[in-house]
């Protein structure tokens, strides 16, 4: 009967013990937590970035499509995926590796799979990485969705976590998911590149002291090449003669000096049968690094020379020299922050005038102007230049033509007795 007894106390003791065996791996169980902590961007893979699909990003920027179109240079997004591993149990469980499907934006993307092989103790959290690469060709149905979301990512996480403890296999389902934002390092990506396409602006000058002169007379004409008000120097200047239709011919190809400054002289003639009349212009047809520029045009009406008599020939009154010592070129900048405005806002423009030395020239007269085709150019402002030069106002936004939003602004110098005129390069803003 003892013995019985003793059986059956073994037996409830050794089922005790089963149970609570079995009742620390149940909770061990329900106190291990598989979750996507963190999503952290890693890089995007580009396809190749040619200047044609550089301009046409830049043109769909106009439109606000700009990260629509810069999806089509994107061939795979890369992001680093941080998953919480924790345990907060009374016993150890080792994870050998962990597998999930991935779902971004609502389009399935496959499985991913990452070998962890560790240990995790009670009342302990690690945190594994994984690199996870989304190839385009995947992804493709749920651009609209991340272009819509502002270049917003929503990834989800679905898998099955298997723990070994005490031998036993323990599935752990899991699920989570989290957010992230491309747009920053796609804008930021692009800005670069756009940038490193873009070239520099610069201003050409052009000066000629006279506007009617006798066939065969010379004439010193003269200007200046700038960027920015820096001169740029070695740099082919052509003077050439306007011609509509027929191609503008080459009067001279010439090269600036250390101070950006080109001269020559000309001796006067016609350029072209029945046209009397040269009209000037100097250009410089930009480099790798530069952009082009034009200088404003001047019209030379070239005359017949009068009849000689046996009397001493002196010059007539209608041709003023005017002197070389007192006559200084001119360049202008503009500088404008904002391409694209809404109507109404207050817009920033400023600028400096300066002669062939360098100096600021005071107390002239700038027009800021929009350039019309034909129709003669909107005057936007005028203003006086500082002691240094410098001028700047504040625009108010707005159209300056019927079904045109976009206003091509420039600045202009007319020229005084002792400067040459000079206009800035031309920046077109939009105005929605």
Known sequence: MRKAKAIGIGVGIFVLI?????????????????????????????????LSTLLK??????????????????????????????????????????????????????????????TIYPGETKQVKAFQNFKKSGFSPAINSIVSD???????????????????????????SKQISLYDEIKKKLSGELSKNQKVPTAITLDIPINTVYSGDTVYINGRLTSDGRALQNALIYIKDEDTGSGDDVIKSLYTDSNGNFGFTWIARTMDPFDSTVEFYAVFEGESTYDSARSYQYDVSVVSQPVKSTEQYTQPKSTPQTSQNTFKSTSITLNIPYMVVNKGDILPISGKLIDSTGRGVPNA??????????????????????????YSTNWSARTMDPFDNVVEIYAVFEGSTNYGNARSIQINVQVN
Do not use: C
């Open 57 to 118: 990003i830049g043109l769909k920027t106009l439109t606000g499509n700009w990260l629509s179109a810069a999806f089509d240079l994107i061939d795979g997004v890369n992001l680093n995926l941080f998953f919480a591993l924790s345990n907060y149990g009374f016993l150890p469980v080792y994870i050998p590796d962990l597998s999930y499907d991935l779902i971004l934006n609502g389009v399935p993307m496959g499985t991913g799979k990452i070998s962890i092989d560790t």
């Open 365 to 390: 007269l700038i027009y800021i102007k929009d350039e019309d085709t034909g129709s003669g150019d909107d005057e936007i402002g005028t203003l006086t230049t500082d002691s240094n030069g410098n």
């Open 150 to 176: 502002g270049g917003r990512i929503d990834l989800r996480v679905k898998g099955t976590a298997y723990f070994k403890l005490l031998g036993f296999e323990i599935p752990v389902p899991f699920e989570s």
């Open 18 to 50: 089963i149970a609570i065996i079995l009742g620390l791996i149940y909770y061990s169980y329900t106190q291990i937590h598989v979750s996507l902590n963190d999503v952290s961007y890693h890089s995007i893979d580009w396809t190749e970035l040619s």
